[in-house]
């Protein structure tokens, strides 16, 4: 994976300005592919027949391209292919936060929101290698391990790519902001409740007939 612009940082447009909690926004590039290499699903949203539009999907990022897939068939995808602006947003949850009143309540995540437009990648080679990285973002080892789309499967595809040079992103860690006067209180539990994502053991398909699971799934039931 090429890290083109390593050296940068985030530089915020009018539109990727955080305002709300601005103290919470984070403008080092390194933050932005972080948050997007420990997601799993983004949301890309964008306007279909003047109506929002919002879509759960999978992605995987190479340097500062990001790469969405999803079926030909899909009027968001079809619509984004046409270089409408975009934006795509992945949100990591690290905890609830437990105030002592219930408007200080909160939750510590990670967030990332893209704005731009969307290219199509259709040149066959280009496709590829952008399945590829979608693939081993979100079950890495599996593209040398299975089988490699098909002519039909392809064609079946939509590929776009958007980059990721208007960002913003947006963190918040730590306990509750109380009001010193419920602090003196001290009437209500205050604290955070973490939030985890763990894997499970694999399961395999009923079809295996006892085919043991392959290296690279147990190692990512590891987490590794």
């Known amino acids: 994976m090429t890290e083109t612009r390593s050296a940068e940082s985030l ?6 300005t955080i305002r709300r909690g601005a103290k919470r926004a984070v403008t080092d590039r390194a933050a932005l592919w972080a948050i997007l290499d420990a997601g799993l699903v983004c949301h890309l949203s964008t306007v279909v ?3 929002p539009l919002v879509l759960p999907t999978g992605y995987g990022r190479d340097g500062d391209t990001l790469y969405l897939h999803g079926s030909t068939g899909a009027l ?3 619509t984004a292919a046409e270089g409408v602006e975009v934006c795509v947003a992945v949100t990591l949850l690290d905890g609830v936060v ?3 009143s219930v408007f200080h ?3 510590n ?4 929101v893209i704005h731009g437009s969307a290219r199509p990648v259709v040149e066959p080679s280009a496709k590829l290698r952008a399945l590829r990285v979608l693939t081993e973002h979100m079950a890495p080892g599996s593209w ?4 490699e789309p098909n002519a039909k499967e392809l064609a079946a595809t939509a590929v ?5 040079a208007e960002a913003a992103v947006k963190v918040r860690t730590g306990g509750p902001v109380d009001d010193a006067e419920d602090v003196a209180a001290n009437t209500a539990w205050a604290g955070v409740l973490p939030v985890r994502t763990v894997w499970g053991a694999p399961s395999p398909d009923d079809a295996l007939a006892g085919a043991p699971v392959p290296e690279h799934v147990t190692r990512r039931a590891r987490g590794r």
């Open 49 to 51: 027949d003047g109506a």
């Open 160 to 164: 776009l790519a958007v980059d990721l």
């Open 76 to 78: 968001s995808l079809r």
């Open 11 to 16: 530089s915020p447009t009018d539109r990727s």
């Open 105 to 107: 309540h909160s939750m």
């Open 144 to 147: 040398e391990h299975a089988r």
């Open 98 to 100: 437990y105030a002592r």
């Open 109 to 112: 995540y990670r967030s990332a």
